[in-house]
């Protein structure tokens, strides 16, 4: 079901694309990768959860080397400690948080060199889906917060062209809202629940 989610998802997002693309300083293609990621504040650490990346993007170029990009992306991120069971137990479960979102990221990217550019920006996100697997969270008396269904939070990445039409992006975010709080209902100053950290990696195909 996940792959046909997917599927769906990018076909979608690519017919838009082209649509959009007919514009004279319109741009787009397609986005494919994978996501490594943690949640700050699950008392875990390490970008040790691996995902799927997927979408399409359109772009609007302002200044030869100064564009507006936006893009739709489905996106999977969580967190995962593969060494860490209940009471280090070896054949007890694994410890791991288990996000899925659809991302629209708005960029703006300055092309610094013929084959090297930067981007900054900010994105908004819902959650589509959200499992997690924490046993020692059982022991904790307060309720078990649920996710939250939606995300914002900020970007920085370097776009590296390899040919005129296959750029290589990677991209760092992290949330500026909690997407859950704390299990024990604890907040300190900025810290007021858990955040998403995602350092991505993508290849964006440009049809246009």
Known sequence: MRFYRILAIVLLCGIL?????????????????????????DMLGGFNKIGLLAGAY????????????????????????????????????RIEINLSYIEMPLTVNLQQTENLGVELGIISAFNISATWNRPYEKNILAP???????????????NYHITDNIILNTRISNSIIPIRPHVSGATNNWNKGQYNTVLSFAIHYKIR
């Open 17 to 41: 694309t082209t649509t959009n693309s007919h514009a004279q300083s319109f741009g787009g293609g397609l986005i494919a990768g994978m996501s490594t990621s943690q949640v700050a504040g």
């Open 58 to 93: 359109t772009s609007l170029k302002i200044k030869e080397n100064l564009k507006l990009q936006f893009e739709i992306v489905y996106i999977e991120k969580g967190s995962r400690n593969p060494n860490m069971h209940e009471h280090n137990h070896p054949n007890s479960e």
């Open 144 to 158: 078990n917060p649920q996710y939250k269904k939606y995300d914002l939070g900020v970007c920085a990445g370097i």
